[in-house]
């Protein structure tokens, strides 16, 4: 079973930029969907954006414009690059990992978005 493993993740302040990693274990990275998604404090985890098996990503209306989703397959590693950051972008963040019906996910890394 593929293990995801998330880096990147710290304090910035508003209008700042981060990116957001996500190393995988295990072969047939290719074959995944892989995805990333937030929780902020007392709210419901919720999609931020995907990336499917063939590269087309797909983003929240909350994100978009702002945030890029990208894989490298050749490094099983896949990224969120986040720009113009705000303070309603603070969450953990998630890598969630799909394949045949079988969902991976992540241990969470904190964003936190503040001056």
């Known amino acids: 079973q593929v293990q995801l493993v998330e880096s990147g993740g710290g304090l910035v302040q508003p209008g700042g930029s981060l990116r957001l990693s996500c190393a995988t274990s295990g072969s047939f990275f290719s074959l995944y969907s892989m995805g990333w998604y937030r929780q902020a404090p007392e709210k419901q985890r919720e999609l931020v954006a995907i990336i499917t098996s063939s590269g087309i990503p797909y983003y929240s209306d909350s994100v978009k414009g702002r945030f890029t989703i990208s894989r490298t397959n050749a490094k099983n590693t896949m990224y969120l690059q986040m720009n113009s950051l705000k303070a309603e972008d603070t969450a953990v963040y998630y890598c969630?990992?799909?394949?045949?019906?079988?969902?991976?996910w992540g241990q969470g890394i904190d964003v936190t978005v503040s001056s």
């Open positions: 969630r990992a799909e394949y045949a019906g079988l969902v991976t």
